[in-house]
């Protein structure tokens, strides 16, 4: 039976950048992906300025930045509340958040996957595509069982790695618990074209009437865009006129350069999913460790997968070439680490959740009373820096229940 240092379940980003991070430190690697093309999942296409640095150390930036990676330089908030001039003159540079880091990195999911796996492959990592995982094992010798190719092999490893996504197969099958927040609101998403007139470095965000919107260029004139709206319209946009429907709403009285949302194209599928974050006490047993979703994941109205992932995978990769004890031990430092960045992104998602995405009489008054509080006390908005710096930046009292009743008072 072959056998390998790692034998990682998930050619996603989580997956193929460890594949390639491990690859290039030498150490024997098989790569499994189930795919045999990557396709717009809609998710995963925007890292945080904290996100980027990890990439940077991971040594994986450059990489990015040739396959068309796209920086955004500022920020707006836009809110029914309030007049569009007065927004976009308030934009938020997003230069200041990390060191040579000039901002947020957007890059499409198919693109950003692809670029990895060939990169784990260039590296010297196996890599194999069509994988169906028939089963996995933990222990003291690691195991998976797959097919490929309609033959079916069995491959042992000093180490599994679980980056199978949210529904991850190695998770269940070493028996790690995941723990899930109830869900707060529908979030739709949607890859547009043929929007040329949106300025290419600006992301936007604004809540108007029963709709929240997200928007992420990605340059050349595509999207990437986001909607929230409440539990109770789940069929607010299916159907095979839901993409129009879905592009209407964004059409905003206090974002006027929306109009060239209306007027774009869809390049992709519009999909939609709840917004709820979960999480896993001990991403790691006997024989294995979880990165990325397979661990865990942030309500997405963050937009912090990525970025998660990212460290995930710097942590994990350091502490595997840092020594050869590759035990339950080594990694209690990456587990103690994720479970407080998690626990202060979820309580960051709950408030931006509540401001951005709840609506109504009582909901938009709340609001409109955060962004004129938080105009002359800045200190109310101090959560938004664990979004754009790092949860581990923001100072601890942020993230606590006397913050959240400053925040939400009327």
């Known amino acids: 039976m072959q056998a390998y240092d790692l034998v990682i379940v998930g050619g996603g980003i989580g997956g193929a950048a460890l594949a390639t991070v491990m690859a290039q430190a030498g150490r024997s690697v098989l790569l499994l992906e189930q795919s045999e093309s990557y396709q717009d999942r809609v998710r995963g296409e925007w890292i945080a300025p904290w996100g ?23 920020h707006v908030t836009f809110d ?10 308030e934009a938020l540079p997003l230069d200041i958040f990390r060191p040579e880091v000039p901002g947020p990195l957007c890059l499409g999911h198919p693109k950003h996957c692809q670029t990895l796996f060939d990169a784990a492959t260039a590296a010297g990592a196996e890599t194999l595509r069509g994988v169906r995982v028939i089963s996995t094992s933990a222990g003291a010798a690691p195991s998976v069982t ?24 190695v998770r269940e099958a070493a028996g790690i618990p995941l723990h899930q927040d109830p869900p707060h609101h529908w979030f739709a998403g949607l890859l547009i074209e043929g ?12 809540t108007e009437g029963d709709f929240g919107f997200l928007a992420f260029p990605q340059g050349g004139g595509r999207i990437r865009l986001y909607g929230g709206y409440a539990l109770d319209q789940a069929r607010r ?11 209407d709403a964004f059409a905003f009285e206090s974002a006027p350069g929306n109009r060239h949302i209306v007027e774009g194209e869809p390049a992709g599928p519009l999909l939609s999913y709840i917004n709820a ?29 990525l970025s998660i992932t990212y ?7 350091d502490i595997l070439k840092a020594s050869d004890d590759w035990s339950e031990a080594a990694f209690a430092s990456y587990a103690e680490e994720r479970a407080e960045r998690l626990r202060r992104l979820r309580f960051a998602a709950r408030l931006q959740s509540a401001l951005d995405m709840e609506f109504g009489p009582e909901a938009t008054a709340r609001r409109h009373s ?41």
Do not use: C
């Not at 797959?146 to 197969?169: H, I």
């Open 311 to 317: 460290r995930d995978v710097r942590i994990v990769s």
């Open 80 to 89: 029914e509340g309030k007049d569009p001039a007065a927004a976009e003159a």
């Open 146 to 169: 797959f097919e490929a190719d309609g033959q079916a092999r069995e491959v042992r490893a000093r180490l599994l790695v679980g980056a199978d996504g949210r529904t991850s197969q």
């Open 195 to 206: 929007a040329p007139g949106w300025q290419e470095d600006l992301q936007a965000i604004g």
């Open 237 to 247: 946009f299916k159907g095979p006129e839901g993409p129009r429907r879905f592009l």
């Open 370 to 410: 955060y962004h004129a509080r938080g105009a002359a006390d800045p200190t109310l908005k101090l959560h938004g820096l664990a979004v754009m710096a790092g949860p581990e930046l923001a100072q601890p009292e942020i993230f606590t229940e006397a913050h959240w009743k400053r925040v939400m008072e009327a």
């Open 52 to 74: 980027v640095d990890e990439v940077k150390r991971l040594g994986l930036y450059d990489l990015l930045r040739a396959a068309g990676g796209h920086h955004l330089a500022r």
């Open 277 to 305: 974050d979960a999480w896993t006490d001990r991403p790691f047993a006997p024989g294995v460790v979880l990165v990325g979703d397979a661990a865990g994941w942030n309500d997405p109205i963050l937009g912090l997968g």
